[in-house]
């Protein structure tokens, strides 16, 4: 065998001939894994460097690298004038961004948790969000809210709300909610380049998540436009609409009745507002049937909006059942664990909700 492998490496060119009779050469490069944190940090430093009238402030964001890691390396990177912890005031700390703002500078907010932008909610929705139309157009606002937004796990009724229906019912504002590393690292860049206040609804729960990111996500001119949705899957049988976290638990609800022969087409909304009602519009032309899913209580939320858009528009007319909303319970968010994972929505919920609407 050792004599075998010295007269094989003797042969120079024939080695290199064997080499590429296997094609080693031509094998596909492994496919690259990043954590949606990651994917936000990426964002966040790539549009620092390009613009330097971008910078990052909010609780622990610098030295401590954020509460979440999301802004880990970046004051080390580019110091206390761009990289700015603030006092644990909210409401000072979004005026101040506000101001910025329209002072010229791109500031992106952030908030240890959205459940905390209600003590700034006044610098939101009246300073930030209607400013550009009260000022006819000669005042822009480019600023960035983001943080984590939604239920996480054991931190009860206080801290466990979706802002998404909050933020996306107001006129001015932009709203966008990503799922993958993907739609993070496209929609928060697309967010800072906007000239406009746009809010960046994360989630806590999917900070750690790996996700494969495309050849073309990984360039520093990557950006995913707001107001459009992805098709995540393809399916005749019934659409489902979804954002967030809540993407990934319709993909594994439509794996399971796949089995079945139901193929579910799987709309991850990326963003709140404005909505991509024509792309659902299309699918249910498709599918007959909807459902929509959502971490957020169902007064109000981000279905019903879908639902009335639904009944207002040109796809009423191809729904064959009433369309059917999966939704956190209607009730401040219990702190037990059982009674948690029975306020939000699961992948058994979805499945249930598929085949009532369906009526199978």
Known sequence: MAASLRCFLRSGKN?????????????????????????????MDEELERDERVFLLGEEVAQ?????????????????????????????FTGI?????????????????????????????????????????????????????????????QHSQCFAAWYGHCPGLKVVSPWNSEDAKGLLKSAIRDENPVVVLENELL???????????????????????????????????????????????????????????????????????ESIETSVMKTNHLVTVEGGWPQFGIGAEICARIMEGPAFNYLDSPVTRVTGVDIPMPYAKILEDHSLPQVKDIIFSVKKTLNI
């Open 64 to 92: 401590y690298d954020g509460a979440y890691k999301v802004s880990r390396g970046l004051w080390k990177k580019y110091g206390d004038k761009r990289i700015i912890d603030t006092p644990i005031s909210e409401m000072g």
């Open 15 to 43: 080695t290199v001939s064997a080499l590429q009779l296997r094609d080693f050469h031509r094998s596909a490069p492994a496919a690259v894994q990043m954590t949606v944190r990651d994917a936000l940090n990426q964002a």
């Open 97 to 157: 961004a506000v101001g910025a703002a329209m002072a010229g500078l791109r500031p992106i907010c952030e908030f240890m948790t959205f459940n905390f932008s209600m003590q700034a909610i006044d610098q939101i929705i009246n300073s930030a969000a209607k400013t550009y139309y009260m000022s006819a157009g000669l005042q822009s606002v480019p600023i960035v809210f983001r943080g984590p937004n939604g239920a996480s796990a054991g931190v009860a009724a």
């Open 207 to 277: 900070y750690g998540v790996p996700f494969e990111m495309s050849e073309e996500a990984q360039s520093k001119d990557f950006t995913i436009p707001i107001g459009k949705a992805k098709i995540e899957r393809q399916g005749n049988s019934i659409t489902l609409v979804a954002h967030s976290r809540y993407v990934g638990h319709c993909l594994d609800a439509a794996a399971v009745l796949a089995k079945e022969g139901i193929e579910c087409e799987v709309i991850n909304l990326r963003t709140i507002r404005p909505m991509d009602v």
